[in-house]
């Protein structure tokens, strides 16, 4: 079996198995290409709506949050950006998804080759509890048969700078996962996230366990990130949203409520929905 | 302004006593005002004290309203329209303050040209103080019931005070060279005009933070090009 090097990995792979991969120069994105389209989306589990025909552009290397209330359908929508709602039974799914031009739900289009390009982070720190720091970094890399050391080496270093953790880590690679502090396992799971080389970072309420500092830590984390990603982030708290994110989406019922830029949002929302729900005001 | 109940009952109370104390701060700077102008134009030098222990309230509700508007921005975060209504408020304890200090200077030249002979100029500065408190209470009017058709006007208002200004420093100049031995007496009353001149500017001031509260329009300075934002 062949080894597979850094070329296999080159950012802006297509995503369609079927169809012969464009080299990063001709599919590299315009600045002001939107990494999503999503047009006219509808999902359900089974009876019930979860999304409700929902059109939104997600701009490229850019930070967008989405807020709302439990069970407004933010993170079906994040999910159904790399395509992990699929893995709920009875899911249906109306619309369509662009990623850079094309379509993500198109029939020849790998979800495992969506999700290496799509990468997520999880509400709750999820390294995997018997492996080491670096083979937590690596798994990604290894599962999809890297073997060659310097290249996997220079991914580990890599990662682990950019998710900020290269420094508190770099003596203790060989130590599990789990026996770090869970800010560091939070920015491991980025790490682990970032080794495939995404271009995109989805993040479910990345924050939400952790205390203060590390939250601070991941947020200046997100920000640094943004030059080189796209980030998605559901997040309930709204300091955090109107702190880190450019563009917020404010989700109601599955309805995309309202969609802008994140300062005017929280400054003058143009839905009285939006301002009701960013002051206090609902229900 | 209708404006539906917080989830946090503690936030409304705590926004409604903070407007609250600015609006004692508005009716004190009112009082304080009309009182000025009863101590130049009735030569009424009793007033200036009252002028003075006003101000005095006025300043320690500005220092109150400072301190109630930060705590509840640390500890309520509020965003949207209710983050514009704190800071409009807080801008509005600001530009009290300031009405409120030219009230007092105002009375404080009164009781001076008090204590000399008559002059008869002093009651072509009538017509001058009935506007700036028009303008003031209109201000203060938008602010309270975020009337933004009212606070749109008071721009244009001011610019006719600015020139009812220019007009009376003008024939006060005139004054001055007839009638050198009373140069100090004219002057205290072009400080006076130039005092309520000012009180015209913040009472537009004012109108453009009740602007910016009901609509989160910023109003000020239209004719700069210049922008930072």
């Known amino acids: 079996m062949p080894v597979k090097t850094m070329s296999s990995f080159e950012p802006n792979a297509h995503i369609g198995t079927m169809s012969s991969p464009t080299s990063p120069a001709e599919s590299s994105p315009s600045p002001a290409e939107p990494a999503f389209k999503v047009n006219n989306l509808s999902i359900w589990y089974g009876e019930k709506q979860a999304i409700k025909n929902v059109s939104i552009e997600i701009p490229a290397k850019a930070i967008t949050a989405i807020i709302g209330p439990s069970g407004c359908g933010k993170s079906t929508f994040l999910r159904c950006l790399n395509r992990m709602h699929e893995l709920v039974p009875r899911t249906r799914l109306e619309g369509d998804i662009h990623f850079y031009g094309e379509n993500l739900y198109g029939p020849a289009v790998d979800p495992a080759v969506v999700r290496r390009r799509v990468g997520m982070v999880f509400q709750k720190s999820n390294p995997f509890p018997t492996m080491s720091i670096e083979e937590n970094v690596l798994v990604g890399l290894r599962l999809n048969g890297v073997r060659d050391r310097r290249f996997l080496n220079e991914r580990l270093e890599q990662s682990l700078r950019r998710s900020a953790l290269w420094e508190e880590v770099k003596h203790d690679l060989k130590k599990p996962g789990m026996s770090i502090s869970g800010g560091q396992q939070q920015r491991l799971c980025i790490a682990r996230a970032l080794a495939v080389e995404p271009e995109v970072l989805l993040m479910d309420e990345p924050c939400s366990a952790l205390d203060p500092i590390a939250t601070a830590k991941i947020e200046e984390l997100i920000r640094e990130l943004r030059d080189k990603y796209t980030i998605v982030i559901v997040t309930h708290n709204m300091q955090q949203a109107s702190r880190v994110s450019d563009k917020t989406a404010f989700f109601y019922v599955g309805e995309l409520i309202e969609f802008g830029d994140t300062t005017q949002l929280f400054n003058r929302p143009a839905e009285r929905q939006t301002e009701d729900y960013i002051t206090g005001r609902f229900g | ?229």
């Open chain 2, 1 to 229: 302004m209708m404006r539906t109940r917080h989830i946090l009952r503690e936030f409304d109370r705590a926004l409604d006593a903070l407007r609250s104390d600015a609006l004692m701060m508005a009716s004190l700077t009112d009082r304080n005002l009309q009182n000025a102008m009863s101590c130049l134009l009735d030569r009424n030098p009793e007033l200036c004290v009252v002028t003075v222990l006003d101000e005095k309230e006025v300043d320690a509700l500005e220092k109150k309203v400072d301190h109630d508007g930060v705590d509840i921005l640390l500890r309520y975060q509020p965003v949207a329209s209710d983050l514009r209504q704190v800071v409009s408020t807080m801008k509005l304890g600001s530009n009290l303050e300031r009405v409120a200090d030219q009230a007092v200077n105002i009375a404080k030249r009164s009781r001076k040209l008090s204590m000399e002979p008559e002059l008869h100029e002093a009651f072509a500065l009538g017509p001058l103080f009935v506007d700036a408190i028009s303008i003031f209470r209109d201000s203060i009017r938008a602010y309270a019931d975020g009337d933004v058709a009212l606070a749109r006007t008071l721009r244009e208002r001011d610019r006719e005070i600015d020139q009812m200004n220019r007009q009376i420093a003008d024939d006060l100049t005139v004054k001055m060279a007839e009638q050198a031995d009373r140069i100090p007496d004219y002057l205290q009353l072009l400080f006076i005009a130039r005092h309520l001149e000012r009180v015209g500017d913040h009472a537009k001031n004012i109108g453009e933070d009740a602007v910016y509260a009901a609509e989160a329009e910023d109003i000020r300075h239209p004719d700069n090009a210049l922008a930072y934002h």
